[in-house]
């Protein structure tokens, strides 16, 4: 079992990947009827999962991070990439999608800032350092109009609240990674 854990561990961009292409072919399907708004954030998730195979294939951003910020020390752990990417990712658009479809529209923006945050990200980090990242393509070409775009459709009828607490998540798991990293720093 601690092998096969391992083995998804080390390999889940590859699945995901697969996955999203098969989303984004049955989201006509599976989406029809929706509010456009909707069915672009359906789309962050399909759309995630082809830019976590550029930023993770190879574990590309693993080893970027080790060392680049981690100065050749372990400051993501092939867990961690994992956990972040499956959990806080697919997890939190898996719930996104349920809230959106379930509750409230409004809750789509927390998939939406998840890709324009991403984006922000990507491209900060590529100027700072002035050099390309794992990533940093599929984050300017498919996040930012993505997220533009659904920011568009579903950003004008939201709250000021759910903007806020929507933005305040997708930040708070961000925040989350940065302080593990800095705690694995610290201890390594």
């Not at 399909?46 to 981690?70: C, K, S, W």
Request: with cysteine.
């Amino acid at each position: 079992m601690k092998a096969t854990v391992s083995r998804l561990q080390a390999n889940w961009v590859y699945g995901g990947a697969l996955v999203g292409v098969c989303l984004l072919v049955l989201s006509p399907l599976l989406t029809a009827g929706w509010p456009l708004g909707e069915r672009l954030v359906w789309l962050v998730l399909p759309v995630y999962m082809l830019h976590q195979l550029e930023e993770h294939d190879g574990d590309r951003f693993r080893l970027f991070v080790n060392a680049t910020i981690g100065g050749g020390r372990e400051a993501l752990s092939v867990r961690d990439v994992f956990v972040i990417n499956v959990f806080g990712v697919w997890g939190v658009m898996v719930v996104t999608l349920w809230l959106m479809r379930a509750v409230a529209p409004d809750w789509g923006l927390v998939g939406i800032y998840l890709v324009l945050v991403n984006a922000v990200l990507h491209l900060v980090q590529a100027l700072v350092m002035r050099r390309v990242n794992p990533g940093l393509w599929t984050a300017l070409v498919l996040f930012l109009p993505l997220g533009v775009w659904g920011l568009a459709e579903i950003g004008p009828g939201a709250t000021l609240a759910a903007h806020a607490v929507s933005l305040a998540a997708v930040v708070v798991l961000h925040v989350a990674i940065v302080v593990n990293v800095r705690r694995r720093l610290a201890r390594a």
